[in-house]
């Protein structure tokens, strides 16, 4: 089946298109990478996301509207991923829309919200859509992330130790697939939350520091001028969230702008690139520090972080000797790799099967994830496969 995966992160800048054939043979779901389109979002689609954000107060019409412009954002993604990666021949498209609110509260997540209208999808394309994947799991008590820990689950399934895959993107998130269910720090099989900020605090902090110059810090260069300010990263990292046991999961409800320019206040004397640099750090320590927790044997990292050199550095510094991979040296290309999860999430789904692991996002059980919009021809689900896969192979 040749399926369309799409994905916008917490940095709300574009939306990612990945196309993947996708086969079950045997007890192996095989994924061929077809390739990636991106098409940012317009200024006034961002300027309109930014200002609905929390802590950002908003109306139910700003709502409805990004609801329909973000649809839109995203056919324009996936018409483009049909005629240039797919030949027009794509069979299934996967959202995962616009996170805007995640609710979590005392360590539990009571609703999560992601926008862009899947209606508009299935109309430009005439293809079946499968949206509103977390919620699913957040009504079976779980997180509704990281969702994407059955995909790193599978795909590093065999691999010796304690592999560990990890997402940098707004936030930092980590999978733990480890060869032997006793292995991961004593836990009873796979592991999964955020780890706390990757790039959210870091944009945040440059766009506002640069007075809207630069929209994040281009291949770490502030940060590599800059140095490490003990007392501003002492104070970060007292934040009770890093002490809360897992599963967990936090995204820019907490860590955004006024919270580091709280952070900030009666720092007023440093220098941007100190502050680039303390930030970075953050977000290597707190990495680190959960995956020395869990026992890691390698990091097989992905997302926009792995694009910036010095955290990339500053990472394998804080690591002490564990291997540092990109998913790009599995034969998963980083950039992709969250669409292509959501590709194989959405695939599952129309096939019957479950993509939750319950010890990865704390759900009281596995579940069928997401809502199915036919597409113009109705809806025909293939037939259900005698069992789920058990590993994931790409094909290169």
């Known amino acids: ?103 979590a509260e005392n360590g539990r997540v009571h609703g999560t919200l992601q926008l862009g209208q899947p209606a508009w999808i299935a109309e430009a394309l005439g293809r079946p859509v499968v949206s509103d994947l977390r919620p699913r799991d957040v009504a079976a008590g779980g997180q509704g992330a990281p969702l994407v820990s059955l995909v790193d689950v599978l795909w590093l399934r ?53 007075g809207g110059r630069l929209p994040y810090d281009v291949d770490g260069a502030l940060a590599a001028r800059g140095r490490v300010d003990a007392g501003l990263l002492r104070h970060l990292l007292a934040d009770p969230y890093y002490a809360e046991s897992p599963p967990k999961t936090t995204g820019k409800e ?21 502050v680039v640099a303390t930030l970075t750090f953050l977000t290597a320590r707190t990495v680190a520090d959960a995956a020395r927790a869990v026992g890691a044997t390698e990091v097989v990292a992905s997302g926009g972080g792995t694009r910036n050199p010095t955290l990339m550095t500053v990472l394998r510094t804080a690591l002490d000797g564990v291997p540092v991979l990109t998913s790009d ?12 999860a959501f590709a194989v999430l959405g695939y599952l789904t129309v096939h019957g099967l479950p993509a939750t692991l319950p010890t990865c996002t704390g759900a009281h059980h596995p579940s069928i994830l997401g809502s199915i919009t036919p597409g113009r021809a109705g809806l025909r689900l293939p037939p259900a496969p005698d069992g789920p896969p058990v590993r994931l192979e790409i094909s290169r």
Request: aromatic fraction near 4%.
């Open 1 to 103: 089946m040749r399926v369309i995966g799409l994905m916008s992160g917490t940095s709300y800048d574009a939306v990612d298109a990945a196309a993947a054939d996708l086969a079950i043979e045997g007890d192996s779901l095989v994924l061929t990478p077809l390739g990636l389109v991106s098409e940012v979002y317009d200024e006034g689609l961002r300027a309109g996301l930014a200002a609905a954000m929390p802590p950002s107060a908003t109306t139910m019409r700003a709502v409805c509207e990004l609801d329909t412009r973000i649809g839109q954002a995203f056919v324009a993604a996936a018409t483009r991923a049909d005629r240039e990666l797919c030949g027009g021949r794509a069979e299934l498209v996967v959202s995962h829309g616009q996170t805007v609110y995640h609710w």
């Open 329 to 340: 040296d599995l034969g998963l290309p980083s950039a992709a790799k969250e669409a292509y």
């Open 158 to 210: 065999g691999r010796p130790g304690v592999p560990v895959a990890l997402n940098l993107g707004g936030i930092a998130n980590i999978t733990v697939a480890p060869d032997a269910p006793s292995a991961a720090g004593g836990t009873d099989g796979p592991l999964a939350f955020d780890t706390g900020p990757a790039n959210a605090l870091l944009d945040a902090a440059v766009q506002d520091l640069t």
């Open 254 to 274: 907490q860590f955004h702008l006024p919270y580091l320019r709280a952070a900030l206040a009666g720092r007023e004397g440093l220098h941007p690139e100190d």
